[in-house]
């Protein structure tokens, strides 16, 4: 497996990226790529020359953190510092609905695999915000648990600021990575919280299941570590080095196979899964990379994989995934 570079977008915002996203492919378009900047707004990008698919996307008063597709292809939200999630329709760019959250209480979201949630972690609330997407209100709110077991003491305060949200791919499990380390995880028909995933003391701002396998979970951490649990069986099964910094994003391929994780240490990398160990880094960024997404299969014509980039740098790198 490998990354094979084709294409920089130099100053594809006027800010930092901070977020990108897939747009699935409809009957009538390809997939297109979603990213969202400090400079407060949304664009999106024809896949392979990567260039501007809509005018700039605003509505938000500060940077957005977060942006996620609906599975449908049609709906996509953005999320800010603002506190608002802005729901949007992808060809018009016509507002759906907007969400409003209490202030550091929206960070980063993902839809439920068949659409019918939207989880938003919830920041310093401690829980994960379900959204219903046919009505857009709020229906639940997980909760998590202060742990019992004996940790490092916490100098960050309240330490559970929920940072980053996963859906297993049938729809029945959702892990949220916390500030301190922490990731729980939730059965979400009964709303019920399981248990705790150990193994990180520092913020987990990114999570990812395997698409293959509802068991597997992948972290990314500022410990410089990439972790692979059984989530199910409370497993620490691998822990990978490689990064010289924080990881900020990581993000599993279609076929299982691997993963993609983006560092403030300016590298996107690709792990292989069977050896558990990093088989390439690229160098296509001058600043931290904020996000590293998988285009998902699907669409006329589609025979190749792409990887997305987003970094501080300003620029979307976009590589053939093989």
């Not at 990398?269 to 296509?284: I, K």
Request: hydrophobic letters at 40%.
């Amino acid at each position: 497996m490998k990354l094979a570079g084709l294409k920089t977008a130099e100053n594809a915002h006027d800010e930092s990226i901070w977020a990108s996203a897939w747009v699935p492919a409809t009957d009538n378009r390809p997939a297109l790529l979603l990213t969202g900047s400090l400079d407060e707004t949304v664009r999106l990008w024809r896949t392979d020359e990567l260039s501007p698919a809509a005018p700039p996307l605003g509505g938000h008063a500060l940077g957005v953190v977060s942006v996620a597709a609906h599975p449908s292809g049609v709906v996509a939200a953005s999320a800010s510092l603002d506190s608002f999630i802005r729901v949007f329709d992808v060809e018009s760019n016509s507002s759906i609905a907007t969400l409003e959250a209490p202030p550091s209480e929206v960070w980063n979201m993902q839809f439920e695999p068949k659409g019918a949630i939207l989880a938003v972690a919830g920041g310093s609330s401690a829980s994960v915000k379900l959204w219903d997407t046919s009505s857009w209100q709020l229906v639940d709110s997980l909760a998590i648990p202060r742990q019992e077991s004996s940790r490092p003491t916490d100098r960050t305060g309240g330490g559970k600021f929920v940072l980053s949200v996963a859906w297993s791919p049938d729809g029945k499990r959702l892990a949220c990575g916390s500030m301190d380390g922490t990731i729980s995880v939730f059965d979400v028909h009964r709303a019920k919280f399981l248990h705790h995933l150990e193994g990180h003391f520092m913020p987990v701002r990114s999570l990812v299941y395997s698409p293959l396998d509802s068991r597997v979970l992948f972290s990314a951490c500022d410990d410089t570590h990439v972790h692979m649990y059984d989530a199910e069986g409370k497993n620490l099964v691998a822990s990978m080095s490689g990064h010289a910094s924080w990881v900020l994003s990581v993000d599993a391929s279609p076929d299982g196979a691997a993963i993609a994780t983006g560092s403030s240490d300016r590298t996107v990398r690709l792990w292989d899964l069977t050896m558990r160990a990093s088989v390439q880094t690229m160098t296509s960024h001058s600043d931290q990379v904020w996000s590293v997404a998988f285009r998902p299969p699907g669409g006329t014509g589609v025979r190749a994989g792409r990887l997305a980039s987003v970094s501080d740098d300003k620029s979307i790198s976009l590589y053939d995934y093989s």
